[in-house]
C-alpha cells in the first residue's frame, strides 16, 4: 500500500480528483536512501493525470490525500511501485519506494 507522512501542511480544502492533472515536484529514492530520479533536480515539475493509472499505484492512491501546498513522503510497498519488473536500471525488482513530493497544482 501507501503511506503518507504529511511534512507541510497544504490550504487543507483543494485536494486532486481522479482525472484532475496535478502538477508535483518529487525525489524518488530507495530505501537505501538511494535516489533514483528528481523533478527538482531538473529544475521542472511533473505533470500527470491522477487516479487513471498514469503512474504507480502508490501515487494514484497518495496524492489525492494531500491538499495543494502540502509536502510529504509518501511510503509506497513494492505492489503498489514497479514490482517485481523493477524499472530501467534504476529500481530493482520488488522495491518499496519513498517519494519526497510537494503538490504545486491541481487543474
Known amino acids: 500500500g501507501v503511506d503518507v507522512e504529511v511534512t507541510k501542511e497544504g490550504d487543507g480544502k483543494t485536494f486532486p480528483k481522479v482525472g484532475d492533472k496535478v502538477k508535483i515536484h518529487y525525489t524518488g529514492k530507495l530505501t537505501n536512501g538511494k535516489k533514483f530520479d528528481s523533478s527538482v533536480d531538473r529544475g521542472a515539475p511533473f505533470e500527470t493525470i491522477i487516479g487513471v493509472g498514469q ?14 501546498g502540502s509536502k510529504a513522503i509518501l511510503r509506497i510497498s513494492a505492489d503498489h511501485a514497479y514490482g517485481d519488473r523493477g524499472f530501467a536500471n534504476l ?11 510537494e503538490l504545486l497544482g491541481i487543474s
Open 91 to 101: 529500481i530493482p525488482a520488488n522495491s518499496p519506494l519513498l517519494f519526497e513530493v
Open 55 to 68: 503512474v504507480i499505484q502508490g501515487w494514484d492512491k497518495g496524492i489525492p490525500l494531500l491538499s495543494l
